[in-house]
């Protein structure tokens, strides 16, 4: 029974992904390249999940985006897709070793110019670019997502989106979580409190690891 739930499943994704729009060579490339080259290729958004971004970018038309969690540049680029042209994208991460792995994505693509990296740790950078954001992407470490929580949405404008990346946690958060399990007792709070707050809306779409779209109202 389950192997043909499972199998339903699977030719489900399979049709979606087949009547869904394909992604750029250049992230095919970066998707291949991230693949062979780089360690934990499993923190690489997925094509369908990389045109979801891009379709949300290109429907919120924003002016300004930041991402927090910057991996291989594989999301930055997704998120660029429906920047404005006189808009900017500043994305952060702490990994320095893989800085010239995005840039040289970065600088293939036709958003170059608009890509702001950042090195550092995210929670003392955010306040230090001194711009409010109508679109923010969050794909960051799992044990910081409630920290992170205030400090994103004070970046927020009006109306603003924010995109949250594994809030299932690979079904984790609906399963007794262990005292020892950090990352999912704060993935578990951080919905609980996005689901609370006054200010915002929030959905969550079964998509690959769970992501969520909130709206700041």
């Given amino acids: ?5 499972i ?13 869904s729009v ?6 095919k ?7 062979l080259k780089i ?3 499993r923190m690489l958004s997925g094509s369908y999940q990389g045109r979801i971004l891009s379709m949300i970018s290109k429907l919120t038309k924003p002016k300004y985006i ?3 969690g910057t991996y291989t540049g594989y999301s930055t680029l997704c998120l660029a897709e429906g920047i ?7 994305t952060i991460d702490n990994n320095e070793e893989l800085y010239d792995f995005q840039r040289e994505y970065f600088n293939k693509s036709d958003y170059g110019d608009k890509i702001f990296q950042h090195l550092g740790n995210a929670i003392n950078l955010i306040d230090t670019i001194n711009l409010k954001f109508d679109l923010i992407f969050l794909d960051a470490d799992k044990e910081n997502y409630t920290n992170y929580l205030e400090l994103l949405v004070n970046k927020l404008n009006t109306n603003g989106v924010l995109i949250t990346d594994n809030v299932l946690w690979s079904g984790k958060v609906i399963k ?14 951080f919905n609980k409190l996005m689901n609370q707050r006054s200010d915002m809306e929030t959905i969550i779409l079964p998509i690959r690891d769970g992501i969520s779209i909130s709206r700041k109202k």
């Fill in 29 to 35: 490339e970066l998707s291949r390249n991230t693949k």
């Fill in 66 to 68: 930041l991402e927090v």
């Fill in 1 to 5: 029974m389950i192997f043909y739930f």
């Fill in 7 to 19: 199998n339903g499943l699977i030719i489900i994704y399979n049709y979606i992904k087949n009547h």
């Fill in 39 to 41: 360690l934990n290729p």
């Fill in 84 to 90: 404005k042209d006189s808009g900017e994208l500043h």
């Fill in 22 to 27: 394909e992604e750029s060579n250049l992230l």
């Fill in 176 to 189: 007794s979580i262990s005292d020892h399990d950090l990352s999912t007792q704060e993935i578990d709070k």
